[in-house]
Nanobody
Framework: QVQLVESGGGLVQAGGSLRLSCAASGRTFRDYAMGWFRQAPGKEREFVAT????????NYADSVKGRFTISRDNAKNSVYLQMNSLKPEDTAVYYC?????????????????WGQGTQVTVSS
């Protein structure tokens, strides 16, 4: 199995940027498709972005397309989420997730392992 630890969250003004990181340990990192999801208070957890095992394929929620970029470094066992032009509606706890031998799908249920989450707050 794999353990995931997110970092990089914080408080930022609207229009600002943050870069989230997720460090993985345990089983071979390149065996996992990786995803970022988020959950705002009172709402269900939702898909943000995914990246394939090789890093060659990515997918984004419409709400973040053009503003967020997911990437991974298999040599460093890490996945990243660069978030630009942040909006107050991006405020949520952001979770990193891993899907063993997965195909970078967008559904929460497909992911086997989750980090503890990191809070992102965007002020207006």
């Amino acid at each position: 199995q794999v353990q995931l630890v997110e970092s990089g969250g914080g408080l930022v003004q609207a229009g600002g940027s943050l870069r989230l990181s997720c460090a993985a340990s345990g089983r071979t990192f390149r065996d996992y498709a990786m995803g970022w999801f988020r959950q705002a208070p009172g709402k269900e957890r939702e898909f943000v972005a995914t990246i394939s095992r090789s890093g060659g394929s990515t997918n984004y929620a419409d709400s973040v397309k053009g503003r967020f970029t997911i990437s991974r470094d298999n040599a460093k066992n890490s996945v990243y989420l660069q978030m630009n032009s942040l909006k107050p509606e991006d405020t949520a706890v952001y979770y990193c997730a891993a899907d063993l031998f997965g195909w970078a799908v967008t559904t929460v249920q497909a992911y086997d392992y989750w980090g503890q989450g990191t809070q992102v707050t965007v002020s207006s």
